[in-house]
């Protein structure tokens, strides 16, 4: 089947927002009382993102500075994020995941990746593996440096 780059872009395009919209539902359904969903954004965009500043994770999710600023000082009191100057810049924070973030993180994760496997197990095993595929193409694809990628990006899981 040859499939043109726009046929490929229309199906992403318009299968992305429901699995979105999927991710988001298990995130609120599965959080922590803890964990917010913002915080749980925050924690899965530290988890790939060595040394983020404030700005980066504020334009990320979205938020003003001062109102990032306020959720991060949460996050770094529970014990879930890091807060350190950069060695050459002191006026400058980066901002690193710690190891009890991180498991927050995975718990959050967790009960989503059940959910989600349980749907794809109804699939059969060819149109799995297609799917895995697909998956791996869109990720060498999205994940090049420099490539766009959007501020507000609505699902991390």
């Given at each position: ?26 995130v ?43 959720a ?49 197990g ?36």
């Open positions: 089947m040859n499939v043109t780059a726009t046929q490929c872009a229309r199906e992403v395009l318009e299968t992305v927002p429901l699995v979105m919209r999927f991710f988001n539902e298990q609120r359904r599965q959080r922590t009382p803890r964990l917010s969903l913002p915080q749980i954004r925050t924690l899965a965009f530290l988890s790939r993102t060595d040394q983020a500043s404030l700005s980066a994770v504020a334009g990320y999710l979205g938020f003003s500075l001062p109102t990032m600023s306020r991060m000082e949460g996050m770094v009191a529970n014990g879930w994020v890091d807060r350190r100057p950069v060695a050459n810049n002191r006026r400058q924070v980066a901002l690193t995941l710690t190891a009890r973030g991180a498991a927050m993180l995975e718990q959050a994760r967790g009960g989503i990746r059940t959910e989600l496997a349980t749907l794809v109804g699939l059969p095993p060819a149109e799995r593996a297609a799917v895995t595929s697909a998956m791996h193409s869109l990720r060498r694809v999205f994940d090049l440096p420099g490539a766009a990628k959007p501020a507000a990006h609505q699902g991390d899981c």
